[in-house]
């Protein structure tokens, strides 16, 4: 069974892994550009397109979950079938945010309260990002199909490269041809449309008995796409409320004023997005697995998968425990060469370090109950969670300052993966099966 979950967790942990080493990069240019100025528009720029992207972080996961529990009861066509209808709800996505983004980026450059210099340069970030859309929400729904079909190396592959692609390009747009930020932003365009064009091709290369099962009118029917929606729906609340409350984090920032405190929570925020990252290599092995068994009905292998990934999470955990204690400042000076940011970040590493410990549970969890499709819960505990976020946040602000808003997100995270162990009853609602299938599926 660990050989299983290892075969899964390690390349969704190296994909996993580019991706806040391409924010790190990102933020890492902009520090060289303009000190605390660009390294915040970066941030607002970059919590924008959170705010849009891991809104459609849903088409991910549930694809991901429903391709699982297909390819788990043997049923190939309809792995085949997901495919599509996922791709037509990430280009219908991608269309409307083209269409829109005019309106969508005045709106969002205005609600997180970036004004003077830096909302010129977020402008000029987003007005060029954004051509990115149908190529970022595609790539949602062919690595969610991927993983759902237990294969984890081909997303790795492609992140590995798309992220090469990424860097290098940011480079020689911003420095060599003086781009600035927007060359930050156009380098991810370009890597978004390779990572696109090498994932189609690897799809096309691999899968050619799925590609002749696939039925485009059975894809499209009215009743299955109802229930790809149905899932969806749960898993799209959920992951709104969640992004809500991490841009919130980086508008708080912004709102204060003060580009020192706006900069260091930038840079700390990516300390815990790293581990983040990691951790969710677990995950996405549980949102496979978790759907693989519960297809099969498997519930025996399902619980021990469960026990040993549990595990292997925690191991993760304390592993950035110790080097956030033991490197935490050193890392930070990889960010930035500002002595006044380094010394701030120190008054807050704290908060960083203790995060893993308490944020490896509920992002575990995350992945086993969308494999389950047990999105209401999902959506449910982060509804919780969210209004202690910010009923904490709001009740502390007057007196511990930009402490109440890092308060805010442990508590945050402590009440959600108590939430959701509440909720599905200690994960004891995976295993109960009402006529013959598993009860919420």
Same mark, same amino acid.
């Given at each position: ?24 990069a ?22 924008? *397109?959170?705010?849009i ?6 088409? @991910? ?14 049923? *190939?066509? /309809?792995?085949?079938n997901?495919?599509?209808?996922? =791709?037509?709800?990430? =280009? ?7 269409? *829109?983004?005019?309106?969508?980026g005045? %709106? ?6 970036a004004g003077?210099?830096?909302? /010129?340069?977020v ?22 199909w991927?993983i ?53 091709? =690897? ?18 029917r ?23 409350v ?5 508008r708080?920032s ?20 790293? %581990? ?34 549990f ?5 993760i ?11 935490g ?10 002595? /006044?940011?380094?010394?701030t ?29 047990r999105? @209401? ?28 808003l890092?308060?805010? *997100?442990?508590?945050?995270?402590v009440? @959600? ?25």
């Amino acid at each position: 069974m660990n050989r299983q979950i290892l075969r899964l967790a390690i390349p969704n942990i190296i994909s996993n892994i580019t991706i806040p080493i391409l924010g790190m990069a990102d933020t890492a240019i902009a520090g060289r550009l303009g000190g605390e100025s660009t390294i915040g528009a970066i941030a607002i720029g970059t919590a924008i *397109f959170g705010f849009i992207y891991w809104n459609c972080a849903f088409i @991910r996961m549930g694809t991901s979950g429903m391709t699982a529990q297909a390819y788990g009861a043997g049923d *190939f066509r /309809e792995t085949g079938n997901l495919l599509i209808r996922s =791709l037509a709800v990430s =280009l219908g996505i991608a269309l409307l945010l083209l269409i *829109f983004r005019h309106h969508l980026g005045n %709106f969002t450059i205005w609600a997180m309260k970036a004004g003077g210099d830096i909302k /010129e340069d977020v402008a000029r970030y987003f007005f060029v990002r954004i051509w990115a859309a149908p190529a970022t929400v595609s790539l949602y729904s062919i690595h969610g199909w991927f993983i759902g079909m237990q294969n984890a190396k081909l997303p790795m592959l492609v992140a590995i490269l798309q992220n090469i692609v990424n860097v290098s390009a940011s480079i020689v747009l911003v420095f060599p041809m003086g781009m600035g930020i927007a060359g930050v932003a156009l380098g991810t365009v370009i890597s978004q449309y390779f990572g696109l064009g090498l994932s189609c091709l =690897l799809w096309f290369m691999r899968y050619r008995e799925i590609r002749a099962l696939i039925d485009l009118k059975a894809a499209l029917r009215t009743k299955p796409m109802l229930r790809f929606f149905d899932v969806n729906k749960d898993i799209f609340l959920r992951t709104a409320l969640n992004v809500l409350v991490y841009t919130f984090f980086t508008r708080s920032s912004a709102a204060t004023g003060d580009l020192l405190i706006l900069a260091t929570n930038s840079i700390l925020i990516q300390l815990f997005t790293f %581990f983040s990252y990691m951790s969710d290599g677990f995950a996405y092995a549980a949102e496979a697995i978790t759907g693989r068994f519960t297809g099969a009905r498997d519930f025996f292998r399902l619980r021990k998968a469960i026990k040993y990934m549990f595990f292997w999470s925690l191991g993760i955990a304390l592993l950035f425990v110790g080097v956030y204690i033991i490197f935490g400042s050193r890392i930070v000076g990889i960010f930035t060469d500002s002595a /006044e940011i380094i010394s701030t970040a120190r008054h807050y590493l704290g908060w960083v370090i203790i995060v893993p410990l308490i944020g490896f549970a509920p992002f575990l969890m995350d992945g086993i109950l969308i494999g389950a499709t047990r999105t @209401r819960i999902l959506r449910n505990s982060m509804f919780i969670a969210a209004a202690a976020f910010f009923c904490v946040y709001y009740i502390f602000i007057p007196s511990l300052g930009n402490n109440a808003l890092w308060l805010a *997100f442990v508590v945050f995270l402590v009440v @959600r993966g108590v939430s959701q162990y509440t909720l599905s009853d200690r994960l004891k609602i995976l295993y109960r099966v009402e006529g013959g299938r598993p009860t919420g599926i």
